[in-house]
């Protein structure tokens, strides 16, 4: 019999992208497994008319509300509102800038969207996202040298989603598959910038992934043999020795996050400097 689950509307207002919202908001929901939220993102509230809107459909469909509005005003009507329909809200930011200003002894700015600035940093994470798509999958190896980050290992091991992840942090990451047999690209080898790690899972997590792959297509591609635990096992060993070889780290994807795995290598880059 299947646990049954308790659905709760969960509204997520914020004057800008709504990002800390949602990862706050499903950070708390992912700690209640018997309840579900049903999410409601109102993103770009900047006026009263916009707000006006959205209480309105929180109206009909009371829950727990979460906000990020640096508007004072705004934000005094939302909680009168709220309190009026007996409704628990929270200012996400306010506590955290309570503690900034308490500790740093000046006010905040409070400037709507501040985060999403165009400063340097965005454009660090522009570039880094722009190599770190050019260079998947080993692709482009002479520009190794120019990653900060090159993640290697055999396949179904997540190097893609964490190199995105690590791009997305303004860290330029390149990954370079590992099959047996097929040596890894000199460029790589002789790199001197980049901090090289090594994934790798278990063979009944590999091969449960690859079971769910669809590869059908790709010539000469034998299903049995890229979901075969012995084989996997051996491409394992094959990845181990060669992480080995140039003391390269590994990090056991197998219960990890890909943000797990992602703070795991900002660490040990943190530790080469």
């Given at each position: 019999?299947?646990?049954?689950?308790?659905?709760?509307?969960?509204h997520?207002?914020?004057?800008?992208?709504?990002?800390?919202?949602?990862?706050?908001g499903?950070?708390?929901?992912?700690?209640?497994?018997?309840?579900v939220a049903?999410?409601?993102?109102?993103?770009?509230?900047?006026?009263?008319?916009?707000?006006?809107?959205v209480?309105?459909?929180?109206?009909q469909?009371?829950?727990?509300?979460?906000?990020?509005?640096?508007?004072?005003?705004?934000?005094?009507?939302?909680?009168?509102?709220?309190r009026?329909?007996?409704?628990?809200?929270?200012?996400?930011?306010?506590?955290?800038m309570?503690?900034?200003?308490?500790?740093?002894?000046?006010?905040?700015?409070r400037?709507?969207?501040?985060?999403h600035?165009?400063?340097?940093?965005?454009?660090?994470?522009?570039?880094?996202?722009?190599?770190?798509?050019?260079?998947?999958?080993?692709?482009?190896?002479?520009?190794?040298?120019?990653?900060?980050?090159?993640?290697?290992?055999?396949?179904?091991?997540?190097?893609?989603?964490?190199?995105?992840?690590?791009?997305?942090?303004?860290?330029?990451?390149?990954?370079?598959?590992?099959?047996?047999?097929?040596?890894?690209?000199?460029?790589?080898l002789?790199?001197?910038?980049?901090?090289?790690?090594?994934?790798?899972?278990?063979?009944?997590?590999?091969?449960?992934?690859?079971?769910?792959?669809?590869?059908?297509?790709?010539?000469?591609?034998?299903?049995?043999?890229?979901?075969?635990?012995?084989?996997?096992?051996?491409?394992?060993?094959?990845?181990?020795?060669?992480?080995?070889?140039?003391?390269?780290?590994l990090?056991?994807?197998?219960?990890r996050?890909?943000?797990?795995?992602?703070a795991?290598i900002?660490?040990?880059?943190?530790?080469?400097?």
């Open positions: 019999m299947e646990n049954r689950k308790n659905f709760f509307h969960l997520l207002i914020s004057d800008s992208t709504g990002e800390t919202l949602i990862s706050a499903r950070a708390a929901a992912a700690q209640f497994n018997a309840s049903i999410e409601h993102v109102y993103p770009l509230i900047r006026n009263k008319r916009q707000l006006t809107s209480l309105e459909t929180i109206d469909e009371p829950g727990i509300v979460l906000y990020t509005i640096v508007d004072r005003e705004l934000a005094e009507v939302l909680e009168a509102r709220c009026d329909m007996a409704l628990p809200t929270v200012n996400v930011l306010e506590p955290v309570a503690i900034f200003q308490t500790y740093l002894g000046a006010p905040s700015r400037r709507v969207g501040a985060q600035a165009l400063t340097a940093e965005y454009f660090a994470r522009i570039e880094a996202l722009n190599f770190t798509m050019d260079h998947d999958d080993g692709q482009l190896p002479g520009d190794y040298d120019e990653a900060d980050v090159v993640l290697v290992g055999i396949s179904r091991t997540s190097k893609t989603p964490t190199s995105i992840y690590l791009a997305n942090r303004g860290i330029k990451t390149a990954n370079v598959p590992i099959v047996c047999g097929v040596p890894l690209p000199e460029s790589l002789s790199a001197t910038k980049p901090l090289v790690v090594g994934l790798i899972a278990t063979s009944d997590r590999i091969s449960q992934v690859r079971g769910n792959r669809e590869l059908g297509t790709t010539t000469g591609f034998d299903q049995r043999d890229y979901i075969d635990r012995a084989s996997i096992a051996e491409e394992l060993k094959y990845a181990r020795l060669l992480c080995a070889r140039h003391n390269w780290p990090i056991d994807v197998t219960r996050s890909i943000e797990e795995t992602a795991a900002v660490a040990l880059k943190v530790k080469q400097r």
